[in-house]
């Protein structure tokens, strides 16, 4: 570990000189300066905290710390567990949860839910990915007003969770407002699309024949005696 000047200018995190300049920062105070420098070999870094003059070397790659912000957040903040999801409600079409696993509500005497489907669907909504934040304005722009899509989501314990999509136009993303959380979020085409074009005919299919009882069996026949 190294505490001067002139070392922390050899490893490139002086505030002069630096590969990256890290600024932690809450309610728009600064909390924390990380500065990363130069590698002394694979996959570490050397750094050096604001407040002090230490210098470390950590398992760390410079690339990692991009200048981007959309780099920095958890891109998985509305990921669910699927297990913990109760109930979906879109237009034209519900899923409860019943003898674990999601059926169509109001099936016909020859209906029955397409398995396969349901669980896509709950794939999709649990494990949607944002691109970025969008900040915690609702802008005019984001055209919330009129929403292209609306999802309910009832987990397990009780708690409603409801998705708002709506595109900018010429936009070729969607923002979502979950009402749980205060920001609104981009997310991509490809990932909204799918489930906005899921139907109830694509959630049911024909009741499959119940097989027969042992009374529409064929009856018995012995063997001819020679």
């Known amino acids: 570990m190294a505490r001067t000047r002139s070392a922390a200018q050899r490893f490139r995190v002086d505030e002069e000189q630096f590969e990256r300049k890290l600024v932690l920062v809450a309610d728009d105070d600064e909390q924390a300066t990380l500065f990363v420098g130069s590698s002394p070999g694979f996959r570490k870094v050397y750094v050096r905290p604001g407040d002090g003059n230490e210098i470390f070397a950590v398992d760390f790659n410079t690339w990692e710390a991009d200048a981007k912000a959309d780099d920095w957040i958890d891109k998985d903040i509305l990921t669910l567990d699927e297990s913990n999801v109760e109930r979906i409600e879109m237009p034209g079409l519900i899923l409860q949860r019943e003898d674990g696993k999601l059926q169509m509500a109001d099936l016909g005497e020859k209906e029955q ?82 489930v906005k074009g899921t139907t109830r005919e694509k959630l049911v299919q024909a009741r499959t024949e119940e097989p027969s009882s042992e009374h529409d069996a064929l009856p018995y026949q012995s063997p001819e005696t020679k």
């Open 113 to 194: 839910t397409n398995g396969e489907e349901s669980r896509a669907l709950l794939g999709k909504l649990t494990g949607l990915r944002i691109q970025s934040l969008l900040g915690t304005e609702a802008k005019p722009e984001y055209r919330q007003d009129e929403p292209a899509l609306e999802v309910k989501i009832t987990r397990t314990d009780g708690e409603v969770l409801g998705y708002r999509f709506s595109k900018p136009e010429d936009a070729a993303y969607y923002v979502l407002k979950r009402s749980d959380l205060d920001h609104y979020f981009k997310v991509a085409e490809y990932l909204v699309d799918p």
